[in-house]
C-alpha cells in the first residue's frame, strides 16, 4: 500500500531523445508527487513535483504526466542531452508538509551523444 | 546562500562500534529530515526533526535517533552497528517539511 513502483530500471536513449519513465502507486491518500534527479556523489535535487488535481505539469524540459484514475504518474525528458544523465526517483506523499516520502527504486538514464 | 553540509562525508567503522553523523541545514531551514540509501533498498526515509522536534518516523529500529539543536542542526546517531548499516545517509532540509526539500551530498558510511 505505501509503495511508489518506478520502471524502467534503467534507460539508454539517443541524445534529443524523449526519455519517460513511469511509477504507480496503491496508495490514495497520495497528495504531492516529486521527481528528484541525482548525479554520482551528489544528493538527490528536487526536479519538478505535482499534485493530484492537475493532469500535467511542465518546467523546461521536464514534464510530468499524472493519472488520477490509473494511480500512475511519470517524467518526461524533452530534447534530452548528455547532461541529463544522472539516477531519476519519483516519490509520493501524503498528510501535508509533515509526512514522509516514499520512493521509487530508481531510473539509472544515460543519454548516447 | 550556502547549501546543505553533512560531515563526515566519509566514514569507516567496525560491528558493534556506535556513529553520529551530522547536518547543517540552508539558514532560514526549520525542517531536517534523514533519508539512508542503499542499492538494494533505495532512499528510505529515517525520521524528520521541526523546531527541535521529532515530528515523523520511519520504520528503522532503535538504534537510529537522531536530534536538532536550537539553530536547526541536526545529528543522527547510529549504535550498535551492523554490516547492513553500510550506506549513504543523506539530510535533507525545508523551510517547513518535506515539500521542497534541499539535499545534502551525503556521509557515506562503511560497517565492516
Known amino acids: 500500500q505505501q509503495q511508489v513502483k518506478q520502471s524502467p530500471q534503467s534507460l539508454i536513449v539517443q541524445k534529443g531523445g524523449i526519455p519517460i519513465i513511469n511509477c504507480a502507486y496503491e496508495?490514495?491518500?497520495?497528495?504531492?508527487f516529486p521527481w528528484y534527479q541525482q548525479f554520482p556523489g551528489k544528493g538527490p535535487a528536487l526536479l519538478i513535483a505535482i499534485r493530484p488535481d492537475v493532469s500535467e505539469k511542465k518546467e523546461g524540459r521536464f514534464t510530468i504526466s499524472f493519472n488520477k484514475s490509473a494511480k500512475q504518474f511519470s517524467l518526461h525528458i524533452m530534447d534530452s542531452q548528455p547532461g541529463d544523465s544522472a539516477t531519476y526517483f519519483c516519490a509520493a506523499t501524503s498528510g501535508g508538509s509533515q509526512g514522509n516520502l516514499i520512493f521509487g527504486k530508481g531510473t539509472k538514464l544515460s543519454v548516447k551523444p | 546562500k550556502a547549501g546543505v553540509t553533512q560531515t563526515p562525508r566519509y566514514l569507516i567503522k567496525t560491528r558493534g562500534q556506535q556513529v553520529t553523523l551530522s547536518c547543517s541545514p540552508i539558514s532560514g531551514h526549520r525542517s531536517v529530515s534523514w533519508y539512508q540509501q542503499t542499492p538494494g533498498q533505495g532512499l528510505q526515509f529515517l525520521f524528520e526533526?521541526?523546531?527541535?522536534?521529532?515530528?515523523n518516523k520511519g520504520n528503522f529500529p532503535g538504534r537510529f535517533s537522531g536530534r536538532q539543536f536550537s539553530n536547526s542542526r541536526s545529528e543522527m546517531n547510529v549504535s550498535t552497528l551492523e554490516l547492513g548499516d553500510s550506506a549513504l545517509y543523506l539530510c535533507?532540509?525545508?523551510?517547513?517539511?518535506?515539500?521542497?526539500?534541499?539535499f545534502g551530498p551525503g556521509t557515506r558510511l562503511t560497517v565492516l
Open positions: 535533507a532540509s525545508s523551510l517547513s517539511g518535506i515539500h521542497e526539500q534541499f
Open positions: 526533526y521541526f523546531s527541535e522536534t521529532q515530528r
Open positions: 496508495n490514495t491518500a497520495f497528495d504531492y
